[in-house]
């Protein structure tokens, strides 16, 4: 039988604010280059009010991959949280708009706003990301409806979810019941810093997963070891191991066979949402039965398309260029 959802996420609901500044301004606001930085309510508003021309859209890493996903053409739901506010009625009408079923909707009451990261976006392109979790963060056992896990042919998880108990409780619930009924999950493993703080449990997780995307800092982070002898110790241990390098390309393990797919190199208007919709094109590959390889190169085509230009979410018809590149 069809499944109603052929990809489903579940991820933080975080509406990006992105503005383009040089590095003066950055020491001056007392920003980190080129990382992710969770930062309190307060400086949240600060660095809001202080960003020059900001274009807002809807973000967070799960979510981008879905919007690529939904320019595929692939039918998504996306399990988040957001509040019912100007900034939340936004998000999910613009999820909506990308092709996407926002499955929750926007929190009435209660305190926290809609979540919000504010991207600072240097003349090189490097991007310094300043995030108020908000709402987002609170996601629980509650948002997961059986009739959406149940319904999906995939499921793929955000590692940061994990960084509170309630994110924990509902990934369980999702993984559960998507492969209760037959679905596949994954997850992303979304920053070194993230892997660091719960490597005993991403350790277990990536036994229990059909596939894991990580990039070769996280991977290396995971195992504490070089980067061959971690892929070599997660590929025993999970489905498909997902590791991108970069500008370097990707490797991709699947029991014993190992592929590597070479990139060709772009100069990058912005980095934002490279390894989300990398994820985008390999599970568009993946959800509709292609090689190894084809999906790798899929997910390298649809990378290298959002770095060509600014925000996190393809412009082109990925279709279209994967259909110049030969791959469908």
């Given amino acids: 039988m069809t499944k109603k959802y052929q990809v489903v996420g579940m991820g933080n609901a975080v509406v990006d604010v992105i503005a383009q500044e040089n590095d003066n301004f950055l020491e001056l606001m007392g920003i980190e280059k080129g990382i992710m930085q969770l930062v309190e309510r307060e400086r949240g508003e600060m660095l809001y009010g202080s960003m020059t021309n900001r274009v807002q859209a809807p973000g967070g890493s799960v979510a981008n991959t879905l919007a690529g996903l939904g320019n595929l053409g692939l039918k998504t739901g996306f399990i988040g949280r957001v509040h019912d506010d100007a900034l939340g009625q936004f998000y999910a009408k613009e999820m909506e708009n990308d092709g996407t079923t926002f499955v929750?909707?926007?929190v009435a009451g209660?305190?926290?706003?809609?979540?919000?990261?504010m991207?600072?976006?240097?003349?090189?392109?490097?991007?310094?990301?300043?995030?108020?979790?908000?709402?987002?963060?609170?996601?629980?056992?509650?948002?997961v409806s059986a009739d959406v896990a149940e319904d999906a042919d995939i499921l793929f998880l955000e590692g940061y979810l994990y960084d509170k108990d309630k994110g924990k409780h509902a990934f369980d619930q999702a993984a559960k019941l998507t492969k209760a009924a037959g679905g596949k999950v994954g997850i992303s493993l979304s920053d070194p810093f993230c892997v660091d703080r719960h490597r005993d449990d991403f350790r277990k997780f990536v036994k229990e997963m059909d596939y894991v995307i990580g990039n070769e800092h996280e991977w290396a982070s995971l195992y504490e070891t070089d980067l061959s002898t971690a892929l070599e110790t997660a590929a025993s241990e999970c489905g498909l191991v997902v590791c991108t390098l970069g500008g370097e390309g990707v490797?991709?393990?699947?029991?014993?066979?190992?592929?590597?797919v070479k990139v060709?190199?772009?100069?990058p208007v912005d980095t934002t949402?490279?390894?989300?919709?990398?994820a985008a094109g390999f599970l568009y590959g993946f959800a509709t039965g292609q090689t190894l390889e084809t999906a790798g190169r899929m997910g390298c085509v649809a990378a290298a398309e959002v770095i060509s230009h600014i925000g996190p979410r393809p412009e082109a018809d990925l279709k279209e260029l994967f259909a110049e590149k030969g791959l469908i």
């Avoid at 209660?110 to 990261?117: A, D, K, V």
């Avoid at 060709?264 to 100069?267: F, L």
């Fill in 104 to 106: 929750n909707p926007p």
């Fill in 110 to 117: 209660g305190e926290l706003p809609t979540s919000r990261s």
């Fill in 119 to 143: 991207i600072f976006v240097s003349p090189d392109g490097e991007r310094s990301m300043n995030t108020y979790l908000g709402i987002s963060s609170e996601i629980s056992a509650d948002d």
């Fill in 251 to 260: 490797v991709l393990v699947q029991g014993d066979e190992t592929v590597t």
């Fill in 264 to 267: 060709d190199r772009v100069q």
């Fill in 273 to 278: 949402g490279a390894g989300d919709q990398f």
